[in-house]
Structure formats: structure tokens, C-alpha cells
């Protein structure tokens, strides 16, 4: 059984960053895509990005398109998401979670895709 654990999160002044970390137990962690989601106060789950098993393959939401970048180390079984030049707006909870092995992200951005979510990690942006 995998699970992931997010950490990372805090209070950040607007155009700062700040990086999450996704920390996922079990040997198949590095056989799975590895997506991020947000959720901010009564709005729906939505998409961040995602990152292919072997790290070579990253895709992104347009609204952190060129701020957020995700990168991953297998041999420690995490995932990070670095968010540079944060605004109000990116003020959610943040979770990870796992979907099955691809190299087409452009087809896993709908959170019923994905397993194994984490419990989330809040992150918020002053303005």
C-alpha cells in the first residue's frame, strides 16, 4: 500500500516561494505519475501539475505555467513543487496524490484519476 504525506506549507508574503514536498512510502512509489492539486475555500479541487514516473515529463496548469515547477528524487521517494513569484490567489490546500505510470500528462488532470492522496498541506499568500 503507498501513501504520500505532504509538508511544506505556510504563510508567504506575495512574490515569495516556497516549496512543498511530497514524501510517498513503498517501493512502487517511483512507478507512479505524481500530480498536484489545490483547493481553496469553496472552490472546487483543481489541477497544478503533474510529473511522469521517471521525473523526465512535467505538465502545468496554466495559471502556474512559468512559476511552479515540480521535480522529483526516486531514490528518496519524493516529490517537490517549487512556487516562485506567489500571488493572493494561489492561497489553497495543496495535496498529492498518485495515478497510474504515463508519459501523456496532458491526460491525467481530473482528480478521479488520481489515488493515494495526501491530507493536504495549506499554503497562503499575503498580500
Known amino acids: 500500500q503507498v501513501q504520500v504525506v505532504e509538508s511544506g506549507g505556510g504563510l508567504v508574503q506575495a512574490g515569495g516561494s516556497r516549496r512543498l514536498s511530497c514524501a510517498g512510502s513503498?517501493?512502487?512509489?517511483?512507478?507512479?505519475?505524481v500530480g498536484w492539486f489545490r483547493q481553496a475555500p469553496g472552490k472546487e479541487r483543481e489541477f497544478v501539475g503533474a510529473?511522469?514516473?521517471?521525473?523526465?515529463?512535467?505538465y502545468y496548469a496554466n495559471s502556474v505555467k512559468g512559476r511552479f515547477t515540480i521535480s522529483r528524487d526516486n531514490d528518496k521517494n519524493t516529490v517537490y513543487l517549487q512556487m516562485n513569484s506567489l500571488k493572493p490567489e494561489d492561497t489553497a490546500v495543496y495535496y498529492c496524490?498518485?495515478?497510474?505510470?504515463?508519459?501523456?500528462?496532458?491526460?491525467?488532470?481530473?482528480?478521479?484519476?488520481?489515488?493515494?492522496w495526501g491530507q493536504g498541506t495549506q499554503v497562503t499568500v499575503s498580500s
Open positions: 510529473i511522469s514516473w521517471s521525473g523526465s515529463n512535467s
Open positions: 513503498g517501493r512502487a512509489f517511483n512507478t507512479y505519475t
Open positions: 496524490a498518485l495515478t497510474y505510470r504515463t508519459d501523456t500528462l496532458v491526460l491525467v488532470t481530473e482528480s478521479y484519476q488520481y489515488n493515494h
